[in-house]
């Protein structure tokens, strides 16, 4: 039977993520000896330890952060809308939590702590309740993807005319570069932050999770059923939208992970999307932190973004899955 | 006792028209009511209100003694199960764990024990494992009957079961909810095909513009008047081995003779 299936998936995702993660504090640009990695192990002040411990290993504990986060979030959003093509990225809910971050960031708030983030999280949670009242009237899902792109084309436009009326050039460029989406230069202050948002997007997406299974039926059978849908929604909402905003507050527009993590690990769960969430969550994470790996190794002279590097991946796969689902909506 | 369901001069609105107009309708433990009437009548406003998926705008619906709207969304379930004519299930999930979603209350291993007797009732114990993406209409249509049946509601509701499905399935799907009103269940269900509704159904109500207007043993409530008034029908009941059999013809187009059963493709009603 599935469960164990599912359980024993996590388990491999959480040692591949080990591994992963192992990897990102021993690998870098900067090519190290044995005896400098022994140094670094001894004596965290050392100069290579500098780099182990206050430069590469909170670097990799944002991006395997920010891919759980994505990696959930999008779990949650398929779960709640039904369609296996939702993603934070896709559906503009990264681009509306960007746009209200650009905002702050525009208006000087910067400086404030907390502000750009509680934006950002604003500009998510704003983007998913469009989203829960445009599936609710219209039942299609090729047209929520479609309005999901219409939305996260408007936001992107909203965000370029901003720095397009932007009168300081220095502080457009600077959230131009955030945008691309990248965890370079992370501290352990943004990992500590981040952690306790993606944590209780996680408690709240666990509360959401029978929810989800007795939604795959259909709306108005799982109310049949006794679910209460508002709740549902209320939950699936804050966790997918918490999970977002935190992501794109601290590293920017990631896109494809929400959306390729659930379809990765879909068939072990075997469909269900209330089981669905912690592997999913266990994919992202890895995924990033491969890719935040694979971008610092590529020989470029500037560095690879994470966000691009995603998209390069992601895109062709975006294509693939909705190549399928067509096939399954007989379109 | 009192009726597992009732409507008292339910009233509803749908989209700006009326779609019960003071309906009246009671189902007792052990029955099986078969609700028809041509599309657009209210035979699935009739099914949705006693769900607590319509609100009345006047008039109760009853679920034993409780009025739907007073029960908690559990309690409802509990009560009266729902059987949906939309068979669309989103993800390629087992029909064993489809099946289990029928009775949420139970915890995981008694709701799937459930869930397995619901599927060998429906003669689909051997699909438990399969996906619901790889079946077929007929076979994702029984895992749903096993989904409704897995709670062993008091009450239950289905909104054209036989919609779309193969003659033999459609005769499976009524036996069972024949075994199941004979057990002691209130069943009502909503159906297209006159003939079916005539012999399956120990009383017929025939809804006409949201509202009931026949309501009796089957071949009373189908009488010729009825039939040519809400159908159009010019038709009258043979007898036959197997029970009765309409044969009739459009109204406008005289008396001549042709059957008008046999499961039409049917759209919500």
């Known amino acids: 039977m599935s469960p164990p299936s599912g359980r024993r998936l996590a388990l491999w995702l959480a040692l591949a993520l080990a591994l992963a993660g192992a990897a990102a504090v021993l690998v870098g640009e900067s090519a190290l000896t044995a005896g400098q990695y022994a140094d670094a192990l001894l004596r965290p002040d050392s100069g290579a330890g500098v780099v182990l411990w206050q430069v590469r290993s909170p670097r990799a504990v944002v991006a395997g952060l920010v891919g759980a986060a994505l990696g959930l979030s999008g779990a949650v959003m398929q779960g709640l809308l039904r369609n296996p093509l939702a993603d934070p990225g896709v559906l503009g809910v990264s681009a509306l939590a960007a746009f209200a971050a650009a905002v702050a960031v525009v208006l000087g708030l910067a400086a404030v702590p907390g502000v750009v983030e509680l934006a950002a999280l604003a500009g998510a949670a704003a983007a998913g309740g469009l989203l829960v009242l445009f599936s609710a009237r219209v039942r299609s899902p090729e047209a929520l993807i479609l309005f999901g792109v219409a939305l996260s084309s408007f936001a992107g436009a909203a965000t370029a005319l901003i720095f397009n009326l932007s009168p300081s050039p220095i502080a457009s460029a600077e959230v131009m570069g955030w945008l691309l989406g990248s965890v370079q230069n992370r501290s352990w202050i943004d990992a500590g932050w981040v952690l306790p948002a993606v944590l209780a997007a996680a408690a709240l997406a666990a509360a959401a999770a029978p929810g989800l299974r007795m939604l795959s039926l259909g709306e108005e059978t799982a109310r049949a059923s006794g679910l209460p849908m508002g709740r549902l929604r209320v939950l699936a909402l804050l966790a997918a939208a918490l999970a977002t905003g935190a992501a794109v507050a601290v590293a920017g527009v990631i896109g494809f992970v929400g959306l390729a993590a659930p379809h990765l690990v879909r068939a072990a769960v075997r469909g269900d999307p209330g089981r669905l969430l912690a592997p999913s969550a266990l994919a992202g994470a890895l995924m990033l932190v491969v890719a935040d790996v694979l971008a610092r190794i590529t020989p470029t002279d500037q560095e690879l973004k994470l966000g691009v590097f995603t998209a390069l991946v992601g895109a062709p796969l975006f294509a693939l899955i909705a190549w399928r689902a067509a096939r399954e909506w007989r379109l | ?269």
């Not at chain 2, 029955?31 to 406003?45: D, M």
């Not at chain 2, 199960?81 to 209350?105: H, K, S, T």
């Open chain 2, 1 to 269: 006792m009192t009726p597992a369901l009732t409507l008292q001069g339910a009233t509803a609105r749908l989209g700006g028209r009326t779609a019960l107009d003071g309906v009246d309708l009671a189902v007792g433990a052990g029955e099986l009511v078969a609700l028809v009437g041509p599309n657009g009548a209210g035979k699935s406003s009739v099914l949705r209100a006693l769900a607590g998926l319509l609100p009345l705008t006047a008039g109760v619906a009853r679920l034993g003694d409780a009025a739907v709207g007073a029960l908690a969304p559990r309690q409802r379930a509990a009560r009266a199960a729902w059987l949906p004519q939309e068979r669309r299930i989103a993800w390629n999930l087992p029909a064993v764990e489809v099946a289990a979603l029928g009775a949420p209350f139970l915890a995981g291993p008694q709701a799937l024990a459930a869930a397995r007797r619901a599927l060998a009732e429906v003669e689909a114990d051997h699909l438990a494992d399969r996906g619901v993406a790889e079946m077929s209409g007929g076979e994702r249509a029984r895992v749903l009957l096993a989904r409704a049946f897995a709670a062993d509601a008091a009450a239950l509701l289905a909104d054209e079961p036989v919609a779309g499905l193969d003659p033999d399935a459609q005769l499976l799907v009524l036996e069972r909810l024949r075994a199941r009103a004979r057990a002691g269940q209130a069943v009502l269900v909503s159906l297209h095909d006159l003939t079916l509704a005539a012999r399956c159904a120990d009383r017929v109500v025939v809804l006409d513009q949201g509202r009931v207007a026949a309501d009796g043993p089957p071949l009373q409530a189908l009488a010729p008047p009825v039939l040519a008034r809400v159908f159009g029908l010019s038709g009258r009941w043979i007898g036959t081995a197997d029970g009765p059999l309409l044969s009739g013809t459009r109204y406008s187009e005289g008396s001549g003779a042709g059957v008008v059963s046999s499961g039409s493709p049917a759209e919500t009603g």
